[in-house]
């Protein structure tokens, strides 16, 4: 299991060249939670374009996001197998690869954007897609996308993982 | 180093206001107004149950409210609310895009140790800081380059 220093040492490596941490575009004084995007999800969020129905939509992920970082209240879900359909984030199957979804529900069919932790409160959001996009099912393909790019960022090192949801986040409600 | 490249204006003149600025905020009213509620809901030591027998309601819908605002109206929140705790909803305006710029700029100016004094300073009267602020442009699209907005000490936070 990787420590939250060793991650966070490797972070430092990565931040600038293949991670970012996001700003919010309407930041609280004292914003309280951490996310780090790969160029693809930055490129989906950032800017805010106004323009079609899919910039619309990327605007509500990007309103996730922030939603995240501006230490707003979320719902989480540890079982994949059995969340409310419009949890915000849930654990992703198999769970012990501690990956985590962000679910963006608005406008349907939503977006999801996969990722993981590197320490409480702190998440790396690797890869984005259209729920559409994949049947039930169809997932798995998801899953693999974001296991290539965090060991192509990672390497052998593990997301977070801890005992209980405490461990992973502050002001949320199951 | 945290990034956005995007920024935001508020309403001038007559212009129309874009959907992607609208998307923006309505997402992020429905999150606050979540946070509001779910607040409420965890002091208050009720179960789902309580407060689906409460409102007359199934509990796989309070459940459903419960999980994400994405469909709530404005009598969602009301009822749940005042359910909960006979509370309602206390409101008041804020200008989150002139505090977003004054905050850029802050720290773009500024650099390492901004961040102390925007809290400080985010809460003085926004009619008297507007006349101080250039608030910028929304220009989307244009120069995808990253604007480094603040130094963030998160990761030696995470570290220690």
């Avoid at chain 1, 004084?29 to 989906?44: C, F, I, K, Q, S």
């Avoid at chain 2, 309505?26 to 965890?42: D, M, T, W």
């Avoid at chain 2, 994400?68 to 206390?90: K, R, V």
Wanted: hydrophobic share 35%; charged share 25%; proline share 6%.
């Amino acid at each position: 299991m990787s420590t939250p220093e060793t991650l966070a040492a490797k972070l430092a490596e990565l931040e600038g060249r293949h991670l970012w941490q996001l700003a919010p575009i309407a930041p609280e004084p004292d914003p309280n939670r951490a996310v780090w995007v790969t160029l693809e999800v930055l490129d989906t969020v950032d800017p805010v374009q106004d323009g079609n129905w899919v910039d619309y939509r990327h605007s509500e992920f990007r309103g996730s996001l922030d939603a995240f970082t501006n230490w707003e209240m979320i719902s989480v879900s540890e079982n994949p197998f059995a969340k409310d359909r419009d949890t915000f984030l849930a654990r992703v199957h198999p769970v012990e690869l501690e990956f985590w979804d962000i679910r963006t529900i608005q406008p349907p069919q939503g977006m999801r954007c996969l990722g993981g932790f590197v320490g409480c409160d702190a998440f790396v959001a690797l890869i984005c897609d259209y729920r559409e996009n994949f049947e039930p099912g169809q997932f798995d393909g998801l899953v693999e996308r974001c296991r290539a790019r965090w060991r192509e960022l990672f390497g052998e090192l593990t997301p977070y993982s801890g005992d209980s949801l405490d461990a992973y986040l502050t002001n949320y409600i199951v | 180093m945290r990034i956005s490249r995007t920024t935001l204006s508020e309403p001038k003149g007559a212009d129309r206001v874009s959907e992607g600025t609208l998307g923006y905020f309505r997402s992020r009213n429905k999150h606050r107004a979540y946070s509001l509620v779910i607040q409420e809901f965890k002091r208050s030591g009720l179960t789902q149950a309580d407060l689906a027998r409460r409102l007359g309601k199934g509990t796989d819908i309070v459940c459903r409210w419960l999980g994400s605002p994405g469909n709530w109206t404005l009598d969602t929140m009301s009822d749940l609310l005042f359910a909960i705790s006979g509370a309602e909803a206390g409101y008041t305006t804020k200008y989150p895009l002139a505090v977003s710029a004054y905050m850029s700029m802050s720290t773009m100016s500024v650099g390492n140790g901004a961040v102390s004094n925007i809290s400080s300073q985010t809460s003085t009267d926004h009619a008297a800081r507007r006349d101080e602020w250039v608030v910028p442009t929304i220009d989307p699209g244009a120069d995808k380059d990253p604007i480094k907005v603040e130094v963030e000490p998160y990761l030696t936070r995470l570290a220690a």
